[in-house]
């Protein structure tokens, strides 16, 4: 059984720095791209940023310049780094990943770190 596990969550002051972690387990094969996504009360669930296999990384407007995407594949885990938060960035922090196992190609989904960022 394949499972994305995040961590790092927590509660922050603006303009302060938290760092996600998310460890993949199980019966993997290969690792592809691994995302980060966020989804905020009443808000649908964004991309935030997203890494390839061979570490290209892509980001999205509202969080260039302030978060960092990584990957460990020996550790088959993947990061966020992110800094200069924002109150508009609170939110459930997810990661997904399109993982190889000898059965299939398929996307896997963590369980959600909550990140909130308030005075």
């Known amino acids: 059984q394949v499972q994305l596990v995040e961590s790092g969550g927590g509660l922050v002051q603006p303009e302060g720095s938290l760092r996600l972690s998310c460890a993949a387990s199980?019966?993997?094969?290969?690792?592809?791209?691994m995302n980060w996504y966020r989804q905020a009360p009443g808000n649908q669930r964004e991309v935030v940023a997203t890494?390839?296999?061979?570490?290209?990384?892509e980001y999205r407007d509202f969080v260039r310049g302030r978060f960092t995407i990584s990957r460990d594949d020996a550790k088959k885990t993947v990061y966020l780094q992110m800094n200069s938060l924002k109150p508009e960035d609170t939110a459930v922090y997810l990661c997904?990943?399109?993982?190889?196992?000898?059965?299939?190609?398929?996307?896997?989904w963590g369980q959600g770190t909550q990140v909130t960022v308030s005075s």
């Open positions: 997904q990943a399109k993982i190889q196992t000898r059965a299939s190609i398929a996307d896997y």
């Open positions: 890494i390839s296999r061979e570490g290209t990384a």
């Open positions: 199980g019966p993997i094969v290969n690792i592809y791209n």
